[in-house]
Antibody
Framework: EVQLVESGGGLVQPGESLRLSCSAS????????MHWVRQAPGKGLKYVSS????????YYADSVKGRFTISRDNSKNTLYLQMSSLRVEDTAVYYC????????????WGQGTLVTVSS | EIVMTQSPATLSVSPGERATLSCRAS??????LAWFQQKPGQGPRLLIY???TRATGIPARFTGSGSGTEFTLTISSLQSEDFAVYYC????????FGQGTKLEIK
């Protein structure tokens, strides 16, 4: 059974940093692209960032480019999102998402971790 | 950026009846469209990919159709567990989501 478990969320002040982690199990992690998607309170889903199976290619939404860094450790089956210079508008539940091989659609989502940016 | 527009925002339907949800893309996404179901406090669940293919374990009462810019998710004979928020997503050119349709009990 595929499981994606996010951690690392919390309350931070504007301008601070936070690192999210996503522990993956139930599939061969190193074979799949992975993504982060966020959802502001009471709002819809927004794409944040992607990383290829090897980690050699990364992509970002314009709203987080230059502030967030996605990475992965295939030896630990773990996906990361390093978030810096956080803004109030980054407040959201962050979901770790697995990509179906070669077809680009998202097939499994975690339960999410809440990041609150507030002074 | 491809904009995805879902309608209606809220749909009130009685259990046992049929629900029809719409999703429109601002430009063609071919058949690279997925539907997700989200319940409160949970991550989204994949229902449909490729516009019309049901994901593993999804009941046959969920049917996706369409291509290009117009898509539909039909849920026949609504069950109590189907009342949730539904999102469409295009993955033809990066990834964008519709704003969601809340399916509520009438």
């Amino acid at each position: 059974e595929v499981q994606l478990v996010e951690s690392g969320g919390g309350l931070v002040q504007p301008g601070e940093s936070l690192r999210l982690s996503c522990s993956a199990s139930g599939f061969t992690f190193s074979n799949y692209g992975m993504h982060w998607v966020r959802q502001a309170p009471g709002k819809g889903l927004k794409y944040v960032s992607s990383i290829s199976s090897s980690g050699g290619a990364t992509y970002y939404a314009d709203s987080v480019k230059g502030r967030f860094t996605i990475s992965r450790d295939n030896s630990k089956n773990t996906l990361y999102l390093q978030m810096s210079s956080l803004r109030v508008e980054d407040t959201a539940v962050y979901y770790c998402v697995k990509e179906y091989s070669s077809s680009n659609y998202f097939d499994y989502w975690g339960q999410g971790t809440l990041v609150t940016v507030s002074s | 950026e491809i904009v995805m527009t879902q309608s209606p925002a809220t749909l009130s339907v009685s259990p046992g009846e049929r629900a029809t949800l719409s999703c429109r893309a601002s430009q063609s996404v071919s058949s690279n469209l997925a539907w997700f179901q989200q319940k409160p406090g949970q991550g989204p669940r994949l229902l449909i990919y490729g516009a019309s293919t049901r994901a593993t374990g999804i009941p046959a009462r969920f049917t996706g159709s369409g291509s290009g810019t117009e898509f539909t998710l039909t849920i026949s004979s609504l069950q109590s567990e189907d009342f949730a928020v539904y999102y469409c997503q295009q993955y033809n050119n990066w990834y964008t989501f519709g704003q969601g349709t809340k399916l509520e009990i009438k």
